[in-house]
Protein backbone atom coordinates (compact mmCIF):
# COMPACT_ATOMS: atom_id res chain seq x y z
CA UNK A 1 0.00 0.00 0.00
CA UNK A 2 1.39 3.49 -1.22
CA UNK A 3 1.37 7.13 0.29
CA UNK A 4 2.25 9.76 -1.49
CA UNK A 5 3.83 11.59 1.17
CA UNK A 6 5.14 14.99 2.17
CA UNK A 7 7.29 14.91 5.87
CA UNK A 8 6.29 18.20 6.87
CA UNK A 9 3.08 17.79 6.17
CA UNK A 10 0.10 17.49 8.77
CA UNK A 11 -2.60 16.22 6.21
CA UNK A 12 -0.16 13.82 5.61
CA UNK A 13 0.96 13.18 9.18
CA UNK A 14 -2.26 12.25 9.95
CA UNK A 15 -2.35 9.27 7.97
CA UNK A 16 1.38 8.00 8.80
CA UNK A 17 0.32 8.48 12.61
CA UNK A 18 -2.78 6.72 12.30
CA UNK A 19 -1.05 3.44 10.34
CA UNK A 20 1.69 3.11 12.89
CA UNK A 21 -1.03 3.09 15.83
CA UNK A 22 -3.18 0.48 14.21
CA UNK A 23 -0.10 -1.59 12.69
CA UNK A 24 -1.04 -1.03 9.19
CA UNK A 25 2.22 -1.11 6.63
CA UNK A 26 2.83 1.60 4.54
CA UNK A 27 5.08 2.36 1.80
CA UNK A 28 6.27 5.48 1.90
CA UNK A 29 6.80 7.70 -1.67
CA UNK A 30 8.33 10.96 -0.84
CA UNK A 31 6.74 14.11 -2.61
CA UNK A 32 9.11 16.73 -3.73
CA UNK A 33 7.11 19.28 -2.92
CA UNK A 34 9.13 21.92 -3.95
CA UNK A 35 9.86 21.06 -7.45
CA UNK A 36 6.29 20.55 -7.95
CA UNK A 37 5.86 16.87 -8.11
CA UNK A 38 2.54 17.10 -6.64
CA UNK A 39 1.38 19.25 -9.61
CA UNK A 40 2.53 16.42 -12.09
CA UNK A 41 1.98 13.16 -13.21
CA UNK A 42 1.83 10.63 -11.71
CA UNK A 43 0.02 12.38 -8.84
CA UNK A 44 -2.43 14.41 -10.82
CA UNK A 45 -3.76 11.23 -12.69
CA UNK A 46 -4.25 9.94 -9.26
CA UNK A 47 -5.71 13.30 -7.84
CA UNK A 48 -6.27 16.38 -10.23
CA UNK A 49 -6.40 18.10 -7.81
CA UNK A 50 -2.33 17.82 -6.99
CA UNK A 51 -2.58 17.70 -3.15
CA UNK A 52 -1.28 14.87 -0.79
CA UNK A 53 -1.98 12.53 0.38
CA UNK A 54 -2.99 10.20 -1.78
CA UNK A 55 -3.10 6.71 -0.95
CA UNK A 56 -2.84 3.73 -3.48
CA UNK A 57 -3.97 0.32 -2.13
CA UNK A 58 -4.42 -2.33 -4.91
CA UNK A 59 -7.26 -1.01 -7.39
CA UNK A 60 -8.28 1.28 -4.72
CA UNK A 61 -6.81 5.07 -5.54
CA UNK A 62 -7.69 7.62 -2.81
CA UNK A 63 -7.58 11.47 -2.07
CA UNK A 64 -8.16 13.47 1.27
CA UNK A 65 -6.35 12.86 4.60
CA UNK A 66 -9.86 12.37 6.14
CA UNK A 67 -11.32 9.82 3.46
CA UNK A 68 -7.94 7.98 3.58
CA UNK A 69 -8.46 7.53 7.40
CA UNK A 70 -11.60 6.54 7.38
CA UNK A 71 -11.22 3.92 4.38
CA UNK A 72 -7.58 2.59 6.37
CA UNK A 73 -9.92 2.00 9.41
CA UNK A 74 -12.77 0.55 8.09
CA UNK A 75 -10.54 -2.05 5.99
CA UNK A 76 -7.90 -2.69 8.18
CA UNK A 77 -7.42 -1.08 11.39
CA UNK A 78 -10.79 -2.21 13.82
CA UNK A 79 -14.15 -0.80 14.80
CA UNK A 80 -11.79 0.20 18.11
CA UNK A 81 -10.77 3.49 15.58
CA UNK A 82 -13.70 3.56 13.31
CA UNK A 83 -17.41 2.13 14.69
CA UNK A 84 -19.95 0.20 13.34
CA UNK A 85 -23.52 2.19 14.85
CA UNK A 86 -24.74 5.23 13.35
CA UNK A 87 -24.25 7.46 15.89
CA UNK A 88 -20.91 6.73 17.17
CA UNK A 89 -20.01 6.70 13.69
CA UNK A 90 -21.71 10.64 13.47
CA UNK A 91 -19.71 11.07 16.81
CA UNK A 92 -16.13 10.80 15.09
CA UNK A 93 -17.30 12.38 11.77
CA UNK A 94 -18.14 15.58 13.77
CA UNK A 95 -14.23 16.25 14.61
CA UNK A 96 -13.03 14.91 10.78
CA UNK A 97 -15.36 17.55 9.97
CA UNK A 98 -13.82 20.30 12.62
CA UNK A 99 -10.33 18.90 11.53
CA UNK A 100 -11.21 19.77 7.39
CA UNK A 101 -12.78 22.93 8.43
CA UNK A 102 -12.00 24.92 11.25
CA UNK A 103 -8.18 23.26 11.88
CA UNK A 104 -7.14 23.86 8.69
CA UNK A 105 -8.33 27.45 8.37
CA UNK A 106 -7.33 27.68 12.01
CA UNK A 107 -3.74 26.67 13.45
CA UNK A 108 -2.55 25.14 9.65
CA UNK A 109 -3.21 27.97 8.17
CA UNK A 110 -1.09 29.87 10.90
CA UNK A 111 1.61 28.25 10.37
CA UNK A 112 1.27 28.05 6.64
CA UNK A 113 1.73 31.63 7.00
CA UNK A 114 4.93 31.97 9.50
CA UNK A 115 6.63 28.93 8.40
CA UNK A 116 6.39 28.61 4.71
CA UNK A 117 5.53 32.30 3.81
CA UNK A 118 1.89 31.72 2.43
CA UNK A 119 0.14 35.00 1.67
CA UNK A 120 -3.01 34.25 3.79
CA UNK A 121 -5.11 36.15 6.45
CA UNK A 122 -3.34 35.49 9.47
CA UNK A 123 -5.61 37.69 11.72
CA UNK A 124 -8.50 35.50 9.89
CA UNK A 125 -6.54 31.95 10.82
CA UNK A 126 -6.29 33.60 14.64
CA UNK A 127 -10.22 33.92 14.64
CA UNK A 128 -10.52 30.70 13.81
CA UNK A 129 -8.22 29.33 16.15
CA UNK A 130 -9.72 31.14 18.88
CA UNK A 131 -12.80 29.78 18.16
CA UNK A 132 -12.12 26.07 18.11
CA UNK A 133 -9.28 25.79 20.46
CA UNK A 134 -11.45 26.95 23.45
CA UNK A 135 -14.70 24.54 22.37
CA UNK A 136 -12.04 21.72 22.16
CA UNK A 137 -10.45 22.73 25.60
CA UNK A 138 -14.27 22.98 27.48
CA UNK A 139 -14.64 19.16 25.67
CA UNK A 140 -11.58 17.71 26.62
CA UNK A 141 -11.97 18.93 30.70
CA UNK A 142 -14.04 15.88 31.12
CA UNK A 143 -12.80 13.48 28.00
CA UNK A 144 -10.02 11.69 27.71
CA UNK A 145 -10.41 11.78 24.32
CA UNK A 146 -12.82 13.78 21.63
CA UNK A 147 -15.06 10.83 20.83
CA UNK A 148 -16.44 7.48 21.86
CA UNK A 149 -14.18 7.89 25.18
CA UNK A 150 -11.23 5.77 23.02
CA UNK A 151 -8.73 6.35 20.70
CA UNK A 152 -10.48 7.22 17.15
CA UNK A 153 -9.24 8.78 13.79
CA UNK A 154 -10.82 11.59 15.30
CA UNK A 155 -7.69 12.18 17.52
CA UNK A 156 -5.87 11.33 14.37
CA UNK A 157 -7.28 14.09 12.30
CA UNK A 158 -7.25 16.83 15.25
CA UNK A 159 -3.50 16.07 17.03
CA UNK A 160 -1.25 16.87 14.34
CA UNK A 161 -1.95 20.44 13.44
CA UNK A 162 -2.21 21.18 16.98
CA UNK A 163 1.60 19.56 17.46
CA UNK A 164 2.85 21.86 15.37
CA UNK A 165 0.54 24.60 16.38
CA UNK A 166 3.73 26.27 17.61
CA UNK A 167 5.06 27.20 14.26
CA UNK A 168 2.03 29.57 13.38
CA UNK A 169 2.46 31.12 16.48
CA UNK A 170 -0.17 29.59 18.51
CA UNK A 171 1.13 28.75 22.19
CA UNK A 172 -0.51 25.39 23.55
CA UNK A 173 0.15 25.95 26.77
CA UNK A 174 -2.90 28.39 26.99
CA UNK A 175 -4.88 25.26 26.61
CA UNK A 176 -4.23 22.36 29.40
CA UNK A 177 -6.59 20.34 28.79
CA UNK A 178 -5.53 19.95 25.06
CA UNK A 179 -1.53 19.53 26.17
CA UNK A 180 -3.03 16.89 28.78
CA UNK A 181 -4.83 15.24 25.84
CA UNK A 182 -1.91 15.52 23.35
CA UNK A 183 0.22 13.87 25.93
CA UNK A 184 -1.88 11.15 25.92
CA UNK A 185 -1.76 10.32 22.40
CA UNK A 186 1.53 10.54 22.41
CA UNK A 187 2.10 7.99 25.01
CA UNK A 188 0.19 5.63 22.75
CA UNK A 189 1.62 2.74 21.81
CA UNK A 190 3.88 3.10 18.23
CA UNK A 191 3.36 6.66 18.29
CA UNK A 192 5.51 8.20 15.74
CA UNK A 193 6.20 12.57 15.63
CA UNK A 194 6.01 14.41 12.73
CA UNK A 195 9.34 17.39 11.76
CA UNK A 196 8.68 20.21 14.19
CA UNK A 197 6.83 18.35 16.93
CA UNK A 198 7.24 19.50 20.76
N1 LIG B 1 -8.44 18.04 2.07
C1 LIG B 1 -7.13 17.56 1.81
C2 LIG B 1 -6.15 18.71 1.77
C3 LIG B 1 -4.79 18.24 1.30
C4 LIG B 1 -3.82 19.38 1.16
O1 LIG B 1 -4.17 20.59 1.15
N2 LIG B 1 -2.56 18.99 1.02
C5 LIG B 1 -1.51 19.97 0.84
C6 LIG B 1 -0.25 19.47 1.53
S1 LIG B 1 -0.50 19.45 3.29
C7 LIG B 1 -1.27 20.11 -0.63
O2 LIG B 1 -1.05 19.15 -1.32
N3 LIG B 1 -1.31 21.36 -1.13
C8 LIG B 1 -1.06 21.67 -2.49
C9 LIG B 1 -2.18 22.43 -3.12
O3 LIG B 1 -3.24 22.61 -2.49
O4 LIG B 1 -2.00 22.86 -4.25
C10 LIG B 1 -6.69 16.52 2.87
O5 LIG B 1 -7.24 16.55 3.98
O6 LIG B 1 -5.85 15.67 2.58
Known sequence: M????????????????????????????????????????????????????????????????????????????????????????????????????????????????DKFGLPLDKERTLQVSGIILPFMEQHLASNEWLALGRPTIADCAIFPYLAVAWEGGIDMAEYPNISAWMERIKALPNFVPMPGMR
Open 2 to 113: KLYDLDVSGNCYKVRLFAALAGIELTLVPVDFMAGEHKRAPITDLNPLGQIPVLVDGDVSLRDSHAILVYLARAYGGHQWWPEGAAQQGEVMQWLSNSANEIQNGPNAARLV
